[in-house]
């Protein structure tokens, strides 16, 4: 049985920066593309960054230049670092994993909610003063 399971979430002033992680078991990670998501009130659940197995990166545009995303294939963890968090940045952010392991090269050219089957409970990100 698949387990995903996010922390790092808080309350975080304009500017600052916050770290999420992931951790995950079930799955043989190191073959799964992995993606953030964020889902603010009221709005859409969004595709925030993927990492693919080989470990290529995508971002969508609001969080580029200020958002990193990085796996441990030992650990079997996922990392959000985010640096200048704006207010617009609160929602609540989730961690998923790919549907099924692939080595398809451009699985996060697009982070398509549909492309993730595994997901986690989500933790809440707030930025405030």
């Known amino acids: 049985q698949v387990q995903v399971v996010e922390s790092g979430g808080g309350l975080v002033q304009p500017g600052g920066s916050l770290r999420l992680s992931c951790t995950t078991s079930?799955?043989?990670?190191?073959?799964?593309?992995m993606a953030w998501f964020r889902q603010a009130p009221g709005k859409e659940r969004e595709g925030v960054s993927c990492?693919?197995?080989?470990?290529?990166?995508y971002y969508t545009d609001s969080v580029k230049g200020r958002f990193t995303i990085s796996r441990d294939n030992a650990k079997n963890t996922l990392d959000l670092r985010m640096n200048n968090l704006k207010p617009e940045d609160t929602a609540m952010y989730y961690c998923?994993?790919?549907?099924?392991?692939?080595?398809?090269?451009?699985?996060?050219?697009?982070?398509?909610?549909?492309?993730?089957?595994?997901w986690g409970q989500g933790t809440q990100v707030t930025v405030s003063e």
């Open positions: 998923a994993a790919a549907r099924y392991a692939s080595r398809i090269t451009n699985y996060c050219l697009s982070i398509r909610e549909g492309d993730f089957g595994y």
């Open positions: 079930g799955l043989a990670f190191d073959v799964y593309a």
């Open positions: 990492i693919t197995w080989s470990g290529t990166t």
